[in-house]
């Protein structure tokens, strides 16, 4: 695909995959290859970490409909070539977190993201299927900030390690209202019975200081 047209987006704007058994089969050790090779490119490219957690799902059985998916995203690294990251010294460490409510359409799992920046440059990002099935928007977000701020813990400790200790608390952006509240708020409300109780962390991370979660 050397001499391929190229688009300015890794994947169709709201892009559902499927197992689709009626759909042509492909050679599978050629899809994981493929696949393999743009979670190699994900190492430095954190623009394509979403669709490719989405083809990933399908190396067991791919189907041609995946295989399109997939050249797509080198389509898309065709006209990108000259992309970068790019770091300012003295920023501070800032982190923003999304999700995709049942967009698994197999087994209506969302699907957790985040990425943490240091200016204009990211330092650490993932793309994952949550291990549940959540039941709310605010449930989905609340699972996919606990992710975040784990990964936000880790990142506070490598420069205290080497005597940088960040002061205050590392900024996470969400874009729910109700899973920043539920997570300021030490009263657990009866809509939020049913989460997973390791996932109330979050709530002790904001009381300390360590995170401060604002609305974006």
């Not at 800032?94 to 440059?121: E, Q």
Request: hydrophobic share 35%.
């Amino acid at each position: 695909m050397s001499n391929c047209n190229y688009v300015n987006t890794p994947s169709d704007v709201g892009l559902k995959l499927t197992k689709n058994l009626e759909e042509k089969k492909i050679d599978g050790t050629l899809y994981k290859q493929i696949v393999g090779s743009l979670m190699y490119v994900t190492a430095t490219r954190p623009d394509i970490l979403y669709v490719v957690c989405i083809i990933s799902r399908y190396m067991e059985n791919p189907k041609e409909l995946h295989l399109l998916a997939a050249k797509r995203i080198f389509r898309y690294l065709k006209g990108t070539s000259d992309f970068g990251l790019f770091y300012k010294k003295g920023e501070s460490l800032v982190g923003f977190t999304d999700r995709d409510y049942a967009g698994g359409l197999d087994d209506r799992k969302s699907t957790s993201s985040y990425v943490f920046m240091i200016g204009s440059g990211a330092v650490s990002w993932s793309s994952k299927k949550q291990p549940i099935v959540t039941l709310s928007t605010t449930e989905v977000e609340f699972v996919a900030a606990t992710s975040c701020d784990s990964q936000a813990i880790c990142l506070r400790n490598i420069p205290a390690g080497l005597y940088f200790k960040q002061q205050g608390a590392t900024t996470v952006y969400c874009d729910n209202n109700s899973a920043i509240k539920l997570s300021k708020n030490l009263v657990l409300h009866g809509k939020s019975k049913h989460f997973d109780v390791k996932f109330h962390f979050l709530r002790d991370l904001t009381k300390d200081g360590v995170i401060d979660f604002i609305y974006c």
